[in-house]
């Protein structure tokens, strides 16, 4: 009795627990239309070169298009004891065409057919990834638009520092959310080559024309050696180490939005369908959204450990190991997915408290380096200026007052080089406007950010 494509070889089939422990069907299921795509791209090949015939690829063809057919309305019957998606498809194949259905898989392999219906579905969830980064951005870079003006306190380890442009803040993320996208791009044009023809691990003997393959199937080229084209997937763990670093900037957006939600900031108020409330504390309302994205990016970078480690102890070419890729590899795409079509909604709903973070700023001396750099002007070395302001904050700190509100003739006591016009250069507007230079705070050089930000992903 056959119970596997192998099985003629072995003398007893494998306990029910084998079985369950190498199947890998219930998770790599969601590749079967990348499989499927795979295998008439073979097909195709193979009937060009003369190995099938048109009838067997026209039957194939038939064949493929009922499985689909199958697996979206959700009649195909998976099959454990079949192992995995592509034992499943190619034994459906079979019951529905016959001979033409086993001869699918000459000069082919499921160690080839793999790590090619990964990479063709990784290539899909980078470019799907990279479109939700784009969305996140624009829903950033639109905030941003509006917010040019309004002024925040920049912080350094977590104290008020000096004042900056709340968009300024904004665009910081889309900078790094900009990085992640060519990183993504990178990754992809490494993913994006064909392991087919590689068969188990040393080739074929049939004359199969592969760059034919890679052209049906839209890869920019063929893996160049057989052992690595089957056992290496550092394809994957590129995209999930891109993907670890995306979850990281949306961990710390996160931690800043808990922060300024928090009515001891009060910078902010998400929009309530992203909170919730508490069972037993009738004023709660938690940003729940934001906890739980720092949260899953441990788990995002819990997936590129589990990859590396993987990978570490293979000796050439493939081994099982492999098939542990999957669940990693998935989840990560998902949750990164998710997290970030879920923070573009939510960056659309923040309330922004203006008067809140200037309140602040203003409380946080933190228009001092501005007063040093007035005496600088005027002719002090910095760092005796660093230390006449630092001796006037000192006075204002221990009457709880700002150094605004410090009288000329007390403030001219830590300097005799402040005049009249000191008390401007300890203005929050005055502080950011004169922080006019590329890569700076000052309103007029954001906006021209946003500017730039904004052509950017009107083409992307
Ligand atoms: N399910 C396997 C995997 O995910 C497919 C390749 C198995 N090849 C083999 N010779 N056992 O890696």
Same mark, same amino acid.
């Given at each position: 009795?056959?119970?596997? #494509?192998?099985?003629?070889?072995?003398?007893?089939?494998?306990?029910?627990?084998?079985?369950?422990?190498?199947?890998?069907?219930?998770?790599?299921?969601?590749?079967?239309?990348?499989?499927?795509?795979?295998?008439?791209?073979?097909?195709?090949? /193979?009937?060009?070169?003369?190995?099938?015939?048109?009838?067997?690829?026209?039957?194939?063809?038939?064949?493929?298009?009922?499985?689909?057919?199958?697996?979206?309305?959700?009649?195909?019957?998976?099959?454990?004891?079949?192992?995995?998606?592509?034992?499943?498809?190619?034994?459906?194949?079979?019951?529905?065409?016959?001979?033409?259905?086993?001869?699918?898989?000459?000069?082919?392999?499921?160690?080839?057919?793999?790590?090619?219906?990964?990479?063709?579905?990784?290539?899909?969830?980078?470019?799907?990834?990279?479109?939700?980064? +784009?969305?996140?951005? &624009?829903?950033?870079?639109?905030?941003?638009?509006?917010?040019?003006?309004?002024?925040? !306190?920049?912080?350094?380890?977590?104290?008020?520092?000096?004042?900056?442009?709340?968009?300024?803040?904004?665009?910081?993320?889309?900078?790094?959310?900009?990085?992640?996208?060519?990183?993504?791009?990178?990754? &992809?044009? +490494?993913?994006? +080559?064909?392991?087919?023809?590689?068969?188990?691990?040393?080739?074929?003997?049939?004359?199969?024309?592969? !760059?034919?393959?890679?052209?049906?199937?839209?890869?920019?080229?063929?893996?160049?050696?057989?052992?690595? #084209?089957?056992?290496?997937?550092?394809?994957?763990?590129?995209?999930?180490?891109?993907? #670890?670093?995306?979850?990281?900037?949306?961990?710390?957006?996160?931690?800043?939005?808990?922060?300024?939600?928090?009515?001891?900031?009060?910078?902010?108020?998400?929009?309530?369908?992203?909170?919730?409330?508490?069972?037993?504390?009738?004023?709660?309302?938690?940003?729940?959204?934001?906890?739980?994205?720092?949260?899953?990016?441990?788990?995002?970078?819990?997936?590129?450990?589990?990859?590396?480690? /993987?990978?570490?102890?293979?000796?050439?070419?493939?081994?099982?190991?492999?098939?542990?890729?999957?669940?990693?590899?998935?989840?990560? #795409?998902?949750?990164?997915?998710?997290?970030?079509?879920?923070?573009?909604?939510?960056?659309?709903?923040?309330?922004?408290?203006?008067?809140?973070?200037?309140?602040?700023?203003?409380?946080?001396?933190?228009?001092?380096?501005?007063?040093?750099?007035?005496?600088?002007?005027?002719?002090?070395?910095?760092?005796?200026?660093?230390?006449?302001?630092?001796?006037?904050?000192?006075?204002?700190?221990?009457?709880?007052?700002?150094?605004?509100?410090?009288?000329?003739?007390?403030?001219?006591?830590?300097?005799?080089?402040?005049?009249?016009?000191?008390?401007?250069?300890?203005? /929050?507007?005055?502080?950011?406007?004169?922080?006019?230079?590329?890569?700076?705070?000052?309103?007029?050089?954001?906006?021209?950010?946003?500017?730039?930000?904004?052509?950017?992903?009107?083409?992307?």
């Amino acid at each position: 009795h056959k119970q596997q #494509a192998w099985s003629a070889r072995f003398s007893e089939p494998v306990s029910a627990l084998v079985q369950r422990y190498t199947a890998s069907v219930d998770f790599d299921k969601r590749l079967a239309l990348f499989d499927i795509a795979g295998s008439i791209a073979h097909a195709t090949m /193979l009937t060009e070169q003369g190995i099938l015939s048109a009838d067997d690829l026209a039957s194939i063809e038939r064949g493929m298009a009922q499985i689909r057919d199958e697996i979206a309305s959700g009649t195909f019957e998976w099959k454990l004891e079949l192992e995995d998606v592509h034992l499943n498809i190619e034994a459906r194949l079979v019951q529905l065409v016959g001979d033409a259905g086993k001869r699918l898989h000459t000069g082919r392999s499921r160690n080839d057919q793999v790590a090619t219906d990964i990479r063709l579905w990784l290539r899909d969830s980078i470019d799907q990834t990279v479109a939700q980064i +784009r969305a996140l951005q &624009r829903a950033l870079v639109q905030l941003a638009a509006a917010h040019a003006d309004t002024i925040m !306190p920049g912080f350094t380890h977590l104290q008020v520092a000096q004042p900056v442009s709340f968009s300024h803040h904004l665009l910081a993320y889309v900078e790094m959310f900009g990085r992640d996208a060519e990183r993504l791009r990178d990754c &992809r044009a +490494r993913v994006n +080559r064909l392991p087919l023809g590689a068969a188990a691990l040393a080739g074929t003997t049939f004359p199969i024309n592969r !760059p034919r393959v890679a052209e049906l199937l839209g890869f920019d080229g063929v893996c160049q050696n057989s052992l690595d #084209a089957v056992s290496d997937r550092d394809f994957a763990i590129e995209y999930n180490a891109a993907a #670890a670093l995306i979850m990281v900037h949306i961990s710390r957006f996160s931690e800043e939005l808990v922060l300024w939600m928090s009515p001891a900031f009060g910078f902010i108020d998400l929009a309530d369908r992203f909170c919730t409330g508490s069972s037993i504390m009738p004023q709660k309302k938690n940003p729940d959204v934001p906890e739980l994205a720092r949260g899953k990016t441990g788990r995002v970078t819990g997936h590129l450990m589990s990859l590396l480690m /993987l990978m570490k102890g293979q000796p050439l070419a493939y081994n099982k190991d492999n098939q542990e890729d999957k669940e990693p590899l998935f989840d990560t #795409a998902d949750t990164v997915i998710d997290t970030l079509r879920i923070f573009t909604d939510m960056v659309g709903g923040i309330r922004v408290k203006a008067e809140s973070m200037e309140r602040t700023a203003l409380q946080g001396y933190s228009t001092a380096t501005d007063l040093a750099d007035y005496l600088v002007k005027k002719g002090l070395p910095f760092r005796d200026a660093h230390e006449a302001v630092a001796q006037a904050v000192r006075f204002a700190v221990e009457r709880g007052i700002g150094l605004e509100d410090i009288g000329l003739e007390d403030l001219r006591r830590f300097s005799r080089l402040i005049g009249e016009d000191a008390p401007e250069a300890l203005k /929050l507007q005055g502080s950011l406007a004169a922080r006019d230079h590329l890569g700076g705070t000052a309103p007029n050089q954001v906006r021209a950010q946003v500017a730039r930000w904004q052509a950017e992903l009107n083409q992307a």
